[in-house]
């Protein structure tokens, strides 16, 4: 078969799998914020229908004849061509989905819709006796998986490729050494400090938090025609297409913190999926790379830009304007301290920008214990609550506010929580590299103005899809492999400075 | 092969093409309701390949082998029996599929897709000649499609018996010549009258009219647990499955009363889908019978309901009370007198209950001449004006307020329109037959309660899915056959009496 028109195929092919995938995540969107209650059961059957044509396509034999078609061809000689790109994560994709017989595939999705179901009655009742055997269940399949997948020799790699492409347990341990041999003395040098008085803590409208979101994203410049933000029980971010990515997030009346941050968070993914290159949808170019890039993007603008002092330099007025009772007799440097608070405590998604590397460091440690069968799910709380109190100076009261928290692991999630830290170490060597090619940031978001860092980022990250792995791309962008330094230096900065601030205020 | 074995295939493949379609069903409410602008182009997309994927299954070989197992055996002796209702309505709609090749099915899809474009474009410039030859076209294809489906002579019951099965152009002839006979002369004994004071126009908040209407449409028993309302820019009802049914409706500040009888009107159509058997869903069995029976639902709920004494007695309080500027001062009387005002006019979707019969009328008269060929599209300005001058003595000033008004024939909706009216013939007769069965229904309404007519509107007419054809059904439920009798003595009774009160008052 002649390599181009092998090619040809092969992105219709790709392209008709995407648009099919696509539907089911807009029936996921659907679920999440407008179905009624009565309609699960029904949507479920749309789910498992559509999820069984996207499968029997993705594991379609010609995949097969048409890559050993082009691989080895001059058609893609250079590496870093779209085409070559395009062959490379579609073998992979294809291969992984093959090696993985259709029954572990049932029998998975079989075991962590239940392990799911009981999770949350066990969180509600805080029995994690109950929950156990469901944990070993899916590690244990877990295992098979990463067996059929193939690895050499930790299995846990095998996992972490489907979220993390190139990367393996033993880089991401490393990396995690240095960060939390760093992290903890920073920790435990804010512990004994002042803590800035809880403004974010009060009564606010929630109707006058969106409005005030909502102008936040559209100077970052989420695109509204191409996209659109609802209320949903959990903040979320998917793309249903080009031209149509959709957030999903959550205001409390008694934190006006949360709300804003989990937006600006969801917002910045939402950027790098406007941000793809709408000419290659539907293909590996025209996807986001991995869920650490992904994240980084969303941890530089909540964290990065979120909690700079430029930044509410130019809001802060608008939010007085909006929440004037609450904020009238409170200064910006207040409130600044406000959102910048560390303290370590027990739940990850209410955890701070710094202690949440912990929790993650954590999960890490005891999932790859878990896989490797050096910790049986029923020894899960002891180890839980023994590695809370090293790292982070805190021990859980009970599971629910302990290992059950989560409900990652029963969901099969196995391998991802790494990529939540990576987005962090990422964000701060991308923001760092950022600054160092325009200059420092500050002023312009002081004045409002994030366009010359989102077309920054659109260039260097967003534009390339998955044209390098996640490693490659911030060798590339930063001159620097991964590396946790940038994110330990602009956190001791931040809040040893805030720090400072306060002794010298107080 | 075994009979019911064969049946118990067809139940799956039937139901897989009916969950498959309700996909489709939320790709098109989504686009309705929320897509972002920019997404129109990969909703597109997305509902291609879905839409070609269910018409690959509705053309199934193994339908045609499956229900020859089946028919002549005694597995289906009984023609009422739930095996072979779906026999029978699967056998008709492959054998449809069949019959109409791909080539035909494909240049209708782009031929209205491009028409439909035109009209629109026409319709903005008040510029028929544009639209001429593409009405031209879809006429032509229409003939087209009625040929391959086949039909006794009459072209036009073939197009028919895709909305309305078993109906014919010579019965619904017949029973439109009576209809017109009594309503012309009925609509113009109203005209001299005075008209009733327009309370309905003024200065209405729309969060109130909307909530207003969720209260009643929740007193007719929508279930909202399985349903829900969303604003729409063209009121719609639809099921996406069992437990979800949705409707869109739109509400106008500056009238009361279009965004309340949309309101009804789609819910009359939302307790039909929600009072079908689940146990049948995705079978004939578990689908309405016919869009003239659905809009019998619709019209009885917004008419023979809404607009009822007995109705108001119960809510209008509640409307003073929400608009109590407008209507503190506006008697019960006036208020009813309203909303059951009859003006002729040109405006199919703005007309009252009498004279929106003789809208369709016209309409079917000119599609039957279009499609025989008598009429030609170059000539349908000058035969809209003057059959709207012969039935409702009003002539459009342009074909904007003319033949350009409606989308349906661009986009090949020939056969369509008689159901409305059918629907209004039939809404009389169910209504009434209902009244003879439980008693007089005026009281209960002012009461607020609706939960008997309900109960037997579910019982005699949703519960049965495709059990009966529409003519059948009416005959079964109401002793008679499709007749325009019980609509004329609705009409009359109500109206006379309407301009008795407005004579004795004046």
Redesign the interface.
Known sequence: MNPEKAYAELVRLSR?ET??S??VD??EW?QEI??????????S??SA??AG?VHDRGTNPRYGELLSAIEGSDFISDPDSPEAVNVRELRRGYDRDCKIPRRLVQELARATARASKVWAQARKENDFKSFAPWLDKVFALSREEADAVGHNGDRYDALLEDYEPGMTAEKLSALFTRLSADLVPLVDSLRGQEAPPNVLEGNFDLDRQRVFTDSIVSAMGF??????F?LAQHPFCTM?????V?IGTRYFQNHIGRGIFAGLHEAGHALYEQGLDRAH?GTPMGEAVSLGIHESQSRLWENLVGRSEGFWLHFYPQLQGSFHEAFQDVSLETFRRAVNRVEPHLIRVEADEVTYNLHIIVRFELERALLSGDLAAADVPGAWNEAYQRYLGVTPKDDRSGCLQDIHWADGLIGYFPTYSLGNVFSAQIFSAAEAAIGPLEDAFAEGEFLELRRWLGDNIHRHGMRYRSEALIERVTGNSPDPSALIESLSQRYRSNAGTSAGRA
């Open positions: 008709d648009v099919l696509s539907c807009l029936l659907d407008y179905m009624p209650r009565d309609g699960v059961e029904h949507r059957d749309q229908l559509l044509l695109d509204f025609d191409g996209g659109r609802d249903i297409g080009p031209g149509d959709r949808y």
